[in-house]
């Protein structure tokens, strides 16, 4: 009979606790430790936990967003967001990180083309570089000077090759390295700050090596090429000049007398 009353009067003054720590207005559970933890919707929206600093500013957060989809937000001691995971429009995930004012620097997730993409930028905003999946499947590597403007990009063409393009400071084409639409070889292209095309160093349609200047309207002035003659020789060498009309004016080749 003891036992019973000790029993009831421990149970008693356990409940008695729990109600006078639930009436005293302190919301501290102290260290918690469980097996599972689900967070459902409140009164005001999706569930969520958040936690702060000894100053009572947000360092982080993890819950569900206005939209209905899932995020973790972290926050420095200032409580800036330096670092954001979450779920974009499309319903694809991503990452995004701030600097100490809260200014994006860098973005990794999955782009417009449904592909994976990683953009970086300076601290005033503007886009340096992109490394990920274009608009066709392939993978490309693009980088940007600090106003923003792409000045070198390296790629996939139309063919399944490899190429490496350069810019100036304004955004326009001075070099092209790579394969040729014609899927003719590798070759080399420069032009000059018109954008038009000063010369070319590279494989012929005849599958030779071939060189070829242009002036400053980008017509053919010069060119040297191994020949190629079906009936007579292959693979001698040639120049051809043209006048600045790009007219024919003289031809010499290697087995001229």
């Known amino acids: 009979m003891k036992q019973y009353f000790t029993g009831f009067f421990t149970a008693i003054c356990l409940t008695s606790s729990v109600f006078i720590f639930m009436g005293s207005g302190n919301k501290n559970l102290g260290d918690i430790t469980v097996s599972s933890l689900t967070v459902v919707p409140g009164k005001y929206g999706g569930g969520f936990i958040k936690t702060l600093n000894d100053q009572g500013i947000q360092t982080g957060y993890f819950g569900t967003a206005e939209d209905g989809v899932g995020l973790i937000g972290v926050h420095n001691a200032k409580g800036k967001k330096i670092a954001y995971l979450g779920s974009g429009e499309q319903g694809s995930g991503f990452m995004r990180t701030y600097n100490e004012y809260g200014q994006r620097t860098s973005y990794l997730g999955s782009g417009g083309q449904g ?39 390296f790629g996939t063409s139309e063919q399944g090759g490899g190429f490496l393009r350069t810019s100036n400071k304004d955004g326009l084409m001075t070099t092209y390295l790579g394969e040729g639409k014609d899927s003719r070889g590798g070759h080399l292209q420069t032009y000059n700050r018109t954008s038009q095309l000063t010369s070319y160093i590279g494989t012929s349609r005849d599958q030779g090596g071939s060189l070829e200047i242009n002036n400053d309207y980008g017509i053919r002035v010069g060119s040297l090429t191994a020949a190629y003659d079906n009936e007579n020789y292959r693979g001698d060498g040639r120049i051809i000049l043209y006048n600045r009309q790009g007219e024919f004016g003289l031809l010499m080749d290697g087995i001229s007398n």
């Open 115 to 153: 592909g994976g993409v990683l953009q970086t930028y300076n601290v005033e905003g503007k886009q340096t570089s992109y490394l990920g999946t274009a608009e066709d499947g392939v993978g490309v590597l693009g980088i940007h000077n600090s106003f923003g403007k792409q000045i070198g990009y």
